[in-house]
């Protein structure tokens, strides 16, 4: 079993930046691709970054493409998501996902494990 605990959401003014991070146990949970999926009320869950074991292949929204950043730190079984130049349609509740295949995806379904969500809230 994979379990994956986000922290690092909060409330930002626009402009900022927030650094979200995504904690996985398990021991071969560092070797899975990893993405980040954020979800708006009363919208559907959309798609904003994966990146793959090693790091060599990425993925982005085309609406955060150039302002935020994944990466992942293996040794920690961590995954982050560097957030910059925040704008208020950025609010979200954002989601850690993992899949059991080291390959990129930007479908949702595709990823075996979830976490909890953390409230991202940009003020204008």
Known sequence: QVQLVESGGGLVQ???SLRLSCAASGRTSSSY???WFRQAPGNEREFVAAITYNGGRLMY???VK?????????AKNTVY?????????DTAVYYCAARGLNI????????DYWG???QVTVSS
């Open 14 to 16: 626009a402009g900022g």
């Open 33 to 35: 691709a990893m993405g």
């Open 61 to 63: 929204a085309t609406s």
């Open 66 to 74: 150039g302002r935020f950043t994944i990466s992942r730190d293996n």
């Open 81 to 89: 998501l560097q957030m910059n130049n925040l704008k208020p349609g």
């Open 104 to 111: 990129v995806t930007m479908e949702g379904p595709r990823y």
């Open 116 to 118: 909890q969500g953390t």
